[in-house]
């Protein structure tokens, strides 16, 4: 084990943030120029399996997560999120349909929100406050989504990821959790983590970067965060990412190396990231997070308004 600031004696331990994406392979963004949403029915579904197979590993470490259940998953598996509420983890919303924020328009994307979140909080039995846009596609251009979230019922968002990417990503954004100041009211924002080196925001908080970097940076850019920073990270993964034997659709070499990279190390890698660091659940980082720092740490900001994409 690492001497990281969560086993340090001459600090607290710091707990970070578990959390994972609960969707099938096919309804990645990668898949949406090839994958209809029409087919998902048809295909064969692995997501039960594989969400489980992460509980039964979250169990033997004694960790809790956050698991962002996206509503057509809820909707047709409601045991499945039933489970996770009742092995003690968070359950909170990915949305229904997989659907990027910025491809619709305002009055869809309340539906798409109303309705996971009703479907996932029958289905699991418990309120839900948590949400995250599928593929952190709050972006500059669909800031607007924020306010839908706050009239919707959510307490904090975790949508924004403070890098450059093709896809999404706001680097000016802050790099810990904040609190966005709204028209429609206050809501707490959890960002993807990221380490700054340079002029740069590198991540360091899991999924695709988690498979296809090599493990000592995830362990040295959590560990860094822990120490010297002294916050929490926020690491993130899909079930799909420990499932090597996912049937293999057909994608553009960029696609399929951005989903298929090192599956078959992904568990491997958790195991050895649950051995190394503290996690917890979203929910009990901000309810720590709210009462061990100076309210003024945690007051009211505007979102940076500056995006970065590249092509």
């Known amino acids: 084990m690492i001497v990281s600031a969560a086993t340090s004696p001459a600090h607290p331990p710091v707990v970070n943030a578990m959390s994972v994406d609960v969707e099938d392979y096919f309804q990645v963004s990668t898949f949406d120029d090839t994958v209809p949403r029409s087919t998902w029915d048809a295909r064969e579904s692995r997501v039960c399996r594989n969400t489980e197979r992460l509980l039964d590993i979250f169990d033997q470490f004694k960790v809790r997560s956050t698991f962002f259940v996206l509503g057509w ?110 028209r429609a009211g206050t809501l707490l924002e959890v960002p993807a983590s990221t380490v700054r080196v340079g002029p740069l925001n590198l991540p360091v908080g899991g999924g695709g970067y988690f498979r296809m970097l090599p493990y000592w940076w995830t362990r040295w850019g959590i560990a860094h965060f822990n120490k010297v920073e002294r916050q929490a990270a926020v690491f993130y993964l899909h079930p799909w990412e420990i499932d090597p034997a996912q049937p293999r659709l057909p994608v553009g070499w960029p696609g399929r190396f951005r989903h298929y990279r090192h599956l078959a190390e992904t568990e491997g890698r958790l195991r050895r990231l649950l051995n190394d660091f503290a996690f917890g659940t979203i929910e009990a980082l901000l309810r720590s997070r709210a009462g061990a720092i100076p309210t003024g740490q945690l007051v009211p900001v505007a979102l940076p308004l500056s995006e970065g994409r590249v092509s």
Do not use: M
Request: aromatic fraction near 10%; include cysteine.
């Open 73 to 182: 998953v809820a909707e047709r598996h409601p045991a499945l999120v039933r489970t996770i509420a009742q092995r003690g983890h968070e359950v909170a919303s990915h949305g229904y349909a997989h659907r990027l924020i910025y491809d619709q328009t305002p009055e869809a994307f309340r539906e798409d929100v109303r309705r996971a979140k009703a479907v996932v909080e029958d289905a699991g039995g418990c309120a839900v406050g948590g949400y995250r846009a599928p593929s952190f596609s709050i972006t500059v251009r669909s800031q607007w989504a924020l306010d839908i979230l706050i009239e919707e019922g959510h307490s904090y968002d975790a949508s924004v990821f403070p890098i450059w990417h093709d896809r999404y990503g706001i680097p000016s954004a802050p790099r810990t959790p904040f609190c966005l100041e709204r």
